[in-house]
């Protein structure tokens, strides 16, 4: 089957700009999470969704980053007024979690990422 | 806080060489453990995982055992091959109000040469 899907695979922007990265999971996958990995560095938690609803989002830097899931499934990430600093590559995962909460069980399957360069 | 600190690489070898990366984790509760894998061009893949105490991971030749006296979880392989050259990463989940995100290490390349 299909695994978790992210457009665009690359993006460059200019300092300033407005950027959305979708993430397309698993089909029926209720758990989807954001991380970002900067260069030489593991990925680092920014927002985790369960269904529609942000349970989690301790991890992202300030107020310039939103991330939605409006129907339970796609995921957008938002990140406005971008910084030379938010150039890393951007990563979903989901998982079925058949809990309220995820549990050790519940593997987190990758997208291949979205690489953003901000200019 | 939560974390894990791997072994500085990168970590060139030959083939069939024995591999060994180290892994070292603080967690605030008691974790599973992870280790992902992120081949040339692909996502992060797991490769192996234990949940308890002394439990041992094993997949494509690869073995970590979760050592909760040392905190640790040391991954092995006794012969690599040129095909397992990728990035490796361990991780740690904490259930509960963590909401299950995983905490990863700064990642360990590796090369293997023929």
């Known amino acids: 089957g299909a695994g978790v899907s992210q457009t665009p695979s690359n993006k460059v922007t200019e300092k300033g700009k407005y950027v959305e990265l979708r993430c397309d999971p698993i089909?029926?996958?209720?758990?989807l999470y954001w991380y970002r990995q900067s260069l030489g560095q593991g990925p680092e938690f920014l927002i985790y969704?369960?269904?529609?609803?942000?349970?989690?989002d301790s991890g992202l830097p300030n107020d310039r980053f939103f991330a939605v899931r409006p129907e339970g499934s796609v995921s957008t990430l938002k990140i406005q007024r971008t910084e030379r600093g938010d150039s890393a590559v951007y990563l979903c995962?989901?998982?079925?979690?058949?809990?309220?909460?995820?549990?050790?069980?519940?593997?987190?399957?990758f997208g291949p990422g979205t690489r953003l360069t901000v200019l | 806080g939560d974390s894990v600190t791997q072994m500085e690489g990168p970590v060139t070898l030959s083939e069939e060489a024995f591999l060994t990366i180290n892994c070292t984790y603080t967690?605030?509760?008691?974790?599973?453990l992870f280790w992902y894998v992120q081949y040339p061009g692909e996502g992060l893949q797991l490769l192996l995982k234990a949940t308890k105490a002394d439990d041992k991971g094993s997949n494509k030749g690869f073995e970590a055992t979760y050592r909760k006296e040392t905190t640790s979880f040391h991954l092995e392989k006794g012969s690599v091959q040129v095909s397992d050259s990728a990035v490796y990463f361990c991780a740690l989940f904490v259930g509960g109000t963590s909401y299950g995100k995983l905490t990863f290490g700064q990642g360990t390349i590796l090369t293997v040469h023929p």
């Open positions: 967690a605030t509760g008691y974790p599973s």
């Open positions: 969704f369960q269904g529609t609803g942000a349970a989690d």
């Open positions: 089909s029926g996958h209720t758990a």
């Open positions: 995962a989901s998982s079925s979690t058949l809990g309220a909460r995820p549990s050790y069980t519940d593997t987190q399957y």
